[in-house]
């Protein structure tokens, strides 16, 4: 009996893993179809004149961010943590009820949750705020849905056999209690309908916050969504599954530790850089301007931290798929977190704050480090969950290849697009008079929203691969659990 | 002390909690009185205004229209004065925008028509050449939801003490007041008259007429509110 491993139970992890590639798919195609709209705005149209309202560009916008943010990426959260949760602290689901029941609840939650938000931002029931769109209703649900995560995390914590909390888990507890902070403080609002003694639409409500004030709370929120949402949890996968499936111990404890302490203090200082030139105080632009460079170090830390834990195994680059997506993702974590703080420099900003530069910032670091890591933690554990070794090598390598030339066409299409738009929208003639007339400025961008919009479609079809090759494991040949011990076991 | 709190998980979440929390306490407290005090010349919404705006939001018009001038030569020449912190005073919630895929709106009332908006929503590439933006037809059938536009200025007037039926100081040293009705039927029959000023200057028979049945279509209300962005 002791000698035996533990028999972990990873059903809510499936169920997890389930939501991640369908939101997935829900998320990155209403993403190519909003790429081609700006290509080709005839597309806002798609579905003829009369369901014109639920597919225009404004529409479908908010769907697509809070689709990839909120369905995909947590997906992925939730699902590595309750596969990895049980593995670094030696303790299984099914050694209690209880944390299964909340499991579940909170798997079946979430999904009313993802459904009510579907359903609204069609409708147009929208609070405007970017990433917290959610009317008050919503709101709840989604503290409800996160509290019962809690409790599964600190219940796990409670009755662990390890007793020191692994890396991983430092980067879990800090997604819960950083996305709870920013969400609550952010969706301060009151429900007009109760606040008026019962006029108008029982959904509505009204900042708490306004002008200034709101844009500085929305955007600590916003700014910091990212970090908590896009960073912490996604560097809490890397730290267990680059380890596991490369057979290499984590490079540097110290480098660890002063990345984890420094993004947490760095982090949420940084939220003005999306505020510069605006009219918050300046000292608070400048605040952010400072931070945002200062996050190199912790965000460097953690990739390169990653990269040296390959040290002597980089073959194993070559050789596997998996370790290709995960040292690709690290590489456009440091890529990302490079651009972002170029970007928050203020004669940068100057020029590329409104233009799609901004826009091609966010999709390297989520498609090509958010994106890859999830994928590649869903392909890890893919055996180990379903018992069966990966369907297809060269479909993921083949995938692998689709998806970064998305990603490359993707953000160097953004990155001219936005140098071009800012350069025009600045430009004097010799009177110094406006040189372009703004609709100059948005035709001129063709080319570039065509390329993007490419790039997307690559993406997403890697996408269908890595959806195809998941599914497909689940039939494939079962293995031995010996055969699980680092490298994933992989088909031709 | 790291391998202390790796130990115990509830002094760690605590510390991590301190960590990240102050950071907001000390960038949003300071400011926070100052930055909500109007500017002079700033009114709140009126009843058919506030009811445009959230026709702006529900068709999320912020995702590609800023409303935030910044302080250099090329946008004031593009857009008028840069924007100044009070005059979003009554913006609940803000609308910035983060990104320009068209013009910023924040001063758009001082330069475009009732007559261009309304042809501009019905076919924009018709009315700017090479234009990416989607029409927005349905805007002249939806009817606007003023009954929760009135709940919200209730609301807005009792929570935050927003000046609605106090004189308010404009630029010139006079006075000007938003009224608000002291019932929804008074709101609907405000709101009706400050459409019939905006419909009179529409041409789109099927608008007219619903204002004339005292029915607000969104693109009346729509156009009040963009009218009022100075």
Redesign the interface.
Known sequence: MENRPLEYDYTVAKMFMFSTIILGIVGMLVGVILAFQLAFPGLNLMLGEGLAEYTAFGRLRPLHTDAVIFGFTLSGIFATWYYVGQRVLKVSMAESGFLMFIGKLHFWLYLVGVAAVVVSLLLGITTSKEYAEFEWPIDIAIVIVWVLWGLGIFGLIGIRREQSLYISIWYYIATFLGVAMLYVFNNMEIPTYFASGGIGAWYHSVSMYSGTNDALVQWWYGHNAVAFVFTVPIVAMIYYFLPKESGQAVYSYKLSLLSFWGLMFVYLWAGGHHLLFSTVPDWLQTMGSVFSIVLILPSWGSAINMLLTMKGEWQQVASSPLIKFMILASTFYMFSTLEGPIQAIKSVNALAHFTDWIVGHVHDGVLGWVGFMIMASLFHMAPRVFKREIYSKSLMTTQFWIQTLGVVLYFTSMWIAGITQGMMWRAHDEFGNLAYSFIDTVTVLHPYYTIRAVGGLLYLVGFFMFAYNIYKTMSARRIEENELQTASPMAA | M??WL??R?FF??VA??V???F??LI??L???AQ??RPTIGTAPYSTLELAGRHVY????????H?Q?I??????T??YGHY?????????????????????DLMRVGNYRTTDWHENHMWDP?GV???????????TFT?IA?V??????Q???K???NVPYNKPIPMKDGSTTTVALADS?SGAHASALEEAKVVAADMKNQNVKDAVANGQIPEIVALIAYMNSLK
């Open positions: 790291f391998h790796e130990k998980p760690f979440a991590v909690f960590t990240i929390a950071a907001g960038e949003i300071p400011n926070f930055a909500s939001i529900k068709n999320s018009c912020n995702a590609c800023s935030l910044r302080p250099f030569k090329a946008e020449d593009r924007s100044l912190s009070g005059e979003y005073a009554y913006d609940r919630p803000f609308l910035w925008g983060s990104k320009r895929t068209g013009p590439a700017v050449p090479g234009s990416i933006m989607p029409a927005y037809k349905w939806n939801d009954d929760t536009a009135y709940a919200e209730i609301t807005i009792n929570a935050f929804l």
